[in-house]
């Protein structure tokens, strides 16, 4: 009698840690979902502002052929590239 008693309190004192625990990991989450979108940094350009980079820069070929030049002898990639050439492209 005196273990179905023990059993039935730890069970108890159990269910009730992770009642409370579940409650307290359910609250945190509803203000990380409010905030979807993400603001476009310097750091990751967006598609749009990629395009309209690219757009700007077309209408001065051989000064945008000079910056590709000098981004393929640097061997840059990815988003380093796209600064660069951006960089390379406003200067006069």
């Known amino acids: 009698m005196f273990r179905i008693g023990t059993c039935l309190a730890a069970v108890l004192l159990v269910s009730g840690t992770l009642h409370m625990a579940s409650a307290q990991t359910a609250s945190p989450a509803a203000p990380a979902a409010t905030s979807t979108t993400a603001k476009p940094t310097k750091i990751k350009p967006t598609m749009e502002k990629l395009k309209s980079m690219r757009a700007q820069w077309k209408a001065n070929k051989p000064k945008l052929k000079a ?13 380093d590239r796209w600064f660069y050439i951006a960089d390379c492209m406003e200067k006069t």
Do not use: I, S
Not at 67 to 79: M, N
């Open 67 to 79: 910056c590709r030049r000098e981004v393929k002898a640097k061997g840059l990639t990815g988003d």
